[in-house]
């Protein structure tokens, strides 16, 4: 099959397309083939083996998967003998954190995977799995979100962020939503009640107050989520020390501010593709990539600018 291979830790040059072997099936393993994928900020942060930290899983001195990739979405081509979720032909949905999907075809674990309603895009359901579950799990699991409750989204342009600032209004929120004045209406068109413009406004010195904050960026000081909110929930990461420094004082001083990495939990995967088939969660495209090109939406990615998603059609 084809596949993006990379060999040593670097930029997206460092992807060469192959020919290469799936490894054999295990009994828990569904194979895909797969019809899209999507990028995501942690294809272009393994890819480089930055933070260095995430070498003591990905490999310390070159990439241990050589496949590069989390998300995709594709048709079951045969599944394990321990498999009972899925029959060949299902369409499904779903990320690998370890990679792998950057490929014609994956072989992943079943439970990382949801099967998806009928008449729905493939193209744009490969986009639900990391952005739409960390998103449904700020918003649901670690952010709770109560009808009526005043909820501030930063970063609410991006992959994650446009999934929370309408899974937060589906809960019934109002939303203030943080981005550059260049995606106002874009952010505003997702249901946002305000949007503040960092580009136009000092976010640092806002007065607002709300119940619950998310960090989908992941640049908001401590003092930020402490001046004006209840509760904080953050996903992004602009820098290790940042990052640090934030959890550390939300400890230290008894501010609570949930930090996670989003599990790959099929039946959260099942709710996001329930409601993107009632019409209730939009998945919006920048750029559909064709599969050669996954090194330049790697590129485009990592410009932290993305309007929404960005897909691959293979
Ligand atoms: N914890 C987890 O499990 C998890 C999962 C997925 C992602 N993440 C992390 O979450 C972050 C966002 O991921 P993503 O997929 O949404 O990335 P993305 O699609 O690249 O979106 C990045 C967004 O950041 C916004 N942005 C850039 N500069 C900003 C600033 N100064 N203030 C506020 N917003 C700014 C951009 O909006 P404008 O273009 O309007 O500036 C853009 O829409 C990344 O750091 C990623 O590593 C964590």
Redesign the pocket.
């Known amino acids: 099959m084809k596949a993006f291979i990379k060999k040593s830790y670097g930029g997206p040059e460092v992807l060469k397309l192959e020919e290469t072997q799936l490894p054999t099936l295990q009994p828990n393993e569904i194979k895909v083939r797969i019809n899209a994928n999507s990028v995501?900020?942690?294809d272009w942060?393994i890819l480089r083996g930055k933070p260095y930290f995430s070498r003591l899983i990905y490999g310390l001195f070159k990439p241990k998967y050589p496949i590069p990739g989390a998300d995709f979405a594709g048709i079951v081509e045969e599944t394990g003998s321990a498999c009972k979720r899925f029959k060949t032909g299902d369409n499904v949905i779903g990320a690998n954190l370890l990679g792998g999907a950057f490929a014609e075809y994956i072989h992943v674990d079943e439970n990382n995977c949801t099967l998806v309603p009928d008449g729905l895009s493939l193209t744009e359901l490969a986009c639900l799995p990391?952005?739409g579950l960390?998103a449904f799990q700020a918003t649901h699991t670690y952010g709770n979100i109560q009808e009526g409750e005043r909820v501030l989204i930063?970063?609410s342009?991006?992959?994650?962020?446009h999934f929370c600032v309408q899974l937060a209004k589906n809960r019934g929120a109002s939303v203030t939503a943080?981005?550059?004045s260049?995606?106002k209406h874009f952010v505003e068109s997702l249901g946002a009640d305000e949007v503040l413009a960092?580009d136009k406004t000092n976010i640092h010195a806002h007065a607002g107050k709300y119940d619950l904050i998310i960090d989908?960026?992941?640049?908001l000081n401590f003092s930020d989520f402490r001046r004006m909110g209840k509760r904080g929930v953050l996903?992004?990461?602009t820098g290790v020390s940042h990052l640090m420094a934030v959890i550390l004082q939300s400890k230290l001083k008894g501010f609570p501010i949930a930090q996670?990495?989003?599990e790959i939990n099929a039946s959260d995967l099942a709710s996001l593709a329930l409601q993107c088939s009632k019409g209730q969660l939009k998945v919006h495209l920048e750029k559909v990539y064709s599969f050669d090109e996954i090194p330049n939406a790697i590129e485009r990615?990592e410009q932290?600018?993305?309007?929404g998603k960005l897909a691959i059609a293979w």
């Open positions: 995501n900020p942690a942060h990391i952005a960390t930063n970063g342009s991006g992959g994650v962020g943080i981005c550059s260049k995606n960092y989908t960026h992941g640049n996903t992004g990461f996670f990495t989003a990615l932290m600018h993305t309007r």
